[in-house]
């Protein structure tokens, strides 16, 4: 089929391709929808750290920060991948690029979820603990709730970086939308059409998470 | 008005004792020693800067203090004497001493994302462990004790900044505090909405609540008050009975403080 392709029109080639791409289109939202949901959970974690009144604390969230936002995802991603084999430790290229993703958005989640917390007014902790409520609670119940609304708008933006970001998960062999693209690419030597096939479907998925992130920010400031 | 008489044989509600609070150079609290007892209403005033709010709330741990101690109910704020020495209160500690102490802030500090009615029912669902339906019945009373019955629905965003003060108040009070603490309560509001909050502090005044009120609003001092303490620089300078304020309180500073406050002054009040 492959070779069948060589000398068709690029429409067609785009038709006769274009499952293939939607597979591995289903891959790369897998592997975002998956580190974006960890990425938060390890951001609160760190946001959390970063704010305590711990010093000790506070550095190993800078540290955590400092480090994966210091360094590029590609290094991170093959320290997960190939690196922690040196320990006998082998994950699946799944596993690894959904920890190394996960790990490298917590770090900008962390700052993400840092600014709306630190947006809320100061008076409405003090009024939580006034009440006798402890730290945690006021947390759980009057300053999150609160900060949420003001953490999706950017989280979403967070989610189109992660979903191009994903393409580096390409170089460990896990075949989501820029694998499928080389390996159509080095059967046929058509790496211009095929590249192409790849950014205009990375240009829709983009798209349609900003035009949603848009609507969810005016949403929102519709609730405030 | 029924004032009630101070009887200094009755307990001790709050007591501070030698309290000292810097930031960084600026003496903010210098050596407070007084007491507040159980059933008594005291103003706090004097000029801003002055270290009115700080004393006010280090009375529940909001601000911390350098030295001295705060004793609510004989028992210190923020710290216990153990095998002969203070060690800080675990947060369980804190928690349950500010369930004793409702505070109302000068900006309200209603939850934005919650009715006036879950305003008032939080901190008895979450600290005080109501089921939903007790919480639900004790914020109703609460809010109809401040003819709020008609706004339970409403998002404090929804309501005028008097009806936001009384959601407050409401909130604060529902906890069944044994000392109420004001905050300047009417300094953030438009001059008609401030009659309607004074009346509701001077409905808990009666119902014999301790109450430390730090405001500019003398007119209220002087009907409600059973002592006035004047502060300026971060020590109490005068402490007496409204009566005895009012007509002459005795210190060169409250005097001027008082004549700037009632347009009495010959002295200009921008230098």
């Known amino acids: 089929m492959r070779s069948g392709l060589v000398g068709k029109s690029f429409f067609e080639v785009f038709r006769l391709t274009a499952p293939l791409f939607l597979k591995g289109a289903q891959m790369t939202l897998l592997l975002t929808c998956v580190s974006i949901v960890l990425g938060v959970c390890m951001g609160l974690l760190v946001a959390l750290l970063k704010m305590s009144k711990r010093p000790a604390c506070r550095m190993v969230g800078s540290a955590y920060t400092w480090f994966l936002r210091g360094t590029p995802l590609l290094v991170q991603i093959w320290l997960v991948y190939f690196g922690l084999g040196q320990f006998g430790i082998n994950l699946s290229g799944f596993i690894a690029g959904s920890i190394a993703l996960s790990l490298n958005s917590g770090a900008y989640m962390a700052e993400v979820i840092r600014a709306a917390i630190e947006s809320i007014p100061k008076g409405q902790m003090e009024a939580a603990k006034s009440l006798g409520m402890t730290y945690a609670q006021a947390m759980r119940r009057i300053i999150l709730p609160q900060s949420v609304r003001r953490m999706v708008p950017p989280m979403i933006n967070e989610f189109v970086a992660l979903l191009k970001d994903s393409s580096l998960i390409a170089t460990i062999g896990i075949v989501e939308l820029l694998l499928t693209a080389k390996l159509l690419t080095s059967s046929t030597f058509m790496p211009f059409t095929f590249y192409s096939i790849v950014a205009i479907f990375y240009l829709a998925l983009t798209t349609v998470f900003t035009t949603l992130g848009a609507t969810v920010e005016r949403w929102m400031a519709a609730l405030e | 008005m029924n004032r009630k008489h101070v009887n200094h ?247 001027e403080f008082l004549g700037r406050l009632l347009g009495l002054s010959e002295t200009p009040d921008i230098p």
């Open chain 2, 9 to 255: 044989e009755r307990k001790p509600m709050v007591e501070f004792k030698n309290v000292s609070k810097r930031y960084g150079d600026h003496l903010v609290l210098d050596d407070v020693s007084a007491t507040v007892y159980e059933g008594e209403v005291v103003v706090i005033c004097g000029p801003s800067g002055s270290g009115k709010s700080t004393l006010l709330r280090a009375i529940n741990g909001l601000e911390t203090i350098d030295e001295g101690l705060i004793l609510v109910e004989g028992k210190a704020v923020g710290k216990r004497f153990e095998n002969g020495r203070w060690v800080p209160d675990t947060e369980a500690e804190l928690c349950k001493m500010r369930q004793q102490i409702g505070m109302v802030f000068q900006q309200f500090n209603l939850f934005p994302h919650m009715t006036a009615l879950e305003n008032v029912m939080e901190g008895l669902i979450s600290v005080k462990k109501m089921n939903d339906r007790e919480a639900l019945a004790v914020a109703r009373d609460t809010l109809e004790m401040m003819s709020l019955s008609d706004k339970t629905g409403s998002r404090p965003s929804k309501l005028s900044g008097g009806q936001q003060q009384r959601v407050a108040i409401a909130r604060a009070l529902a906890m069944r505090p044994k000392i109420m603490l004001f905050d300047e309560p009417t300094s953030a509001l438009d001059p008609e909405l401030v009659g309607e909050v004074l009346n509701v502090m001077l409905s808990i005044a009666r119902e014999g609540f301790t109450m430390i009120v730090v405001t500019h609003e003398m007119e209220f001092a002087r009907q409600v008050a059973d002592r006035i303490f004047f502060i300026d620089e971060g020590q109490i300078l005068v402490e007496s009975t409204p009566d005895e304020f009012f007509s002459d309180p005795g210190h060169k500073r409250a005097r």
